[in-house]
């Protein structure tokens, strides 16, 4: 059964940084990508930024030029550098694995609250 811990989530000043981390229980090179969503109370669940296996990465724009998405495939382990945070990156951020083969299977970690005060 596939695992993914996120860390890192906290309280944060707006104009502040953090980085999340998701740690897989294996092997992260068996996802044909991995990514970042958010979810706000009461809203849909929003992609924040993803990563393929060969390392292409997608930013939604309201991220770009702010937030990078990397992996580190000997540690299984996708992280997120948030920068220049503001309060409307409140949320709750998850981690995502998709495997492709006979459609596509999503796996989720629980979750990590990342609150930017104003």
């Known amino acids: 059964q596939v695992q993914l811990v996120e860390s890192g989530g906290g309280l944060v000043q707006a104009g502040g940084s953090l980085r999340l981390s998701c740690a897989a229980s294996?092997?992260?090179?068996?996802?044909?990508?991995m990514g970042w969503y958010r979810q706000v109370l009461g809203k849909q669940r929003e992609v924040v930024a993803a990563?393929?296996?060969?390392?292409?990465?997608n930013y939604a724009d309201s991220v770009k030029g702010r937030f990078t998405i990397s992996r580190d495939n000997a540690k299984n382990t996708v992280y997120l550098q948030m920068n220049s945070l503001k309060p409307e990156d409140t949320a709750v951020y998850y981690c995502?694995?998709?495997?492709?083969?006979?459609?596509?299977?999503?796996?989720w970690g629980q979750g990590t609250q990342v609150t930017v005060s104003s």
């Open positions: 995502n694995a998709k495997k492709t083969s006979w459609g596509i299977t999503n796996y």
């Open positions: 990563i393929t296996s060969g390392g292409s990465t």
């Open positions: 294996g092997s992260i090179l068996s996802f044909n990508a």
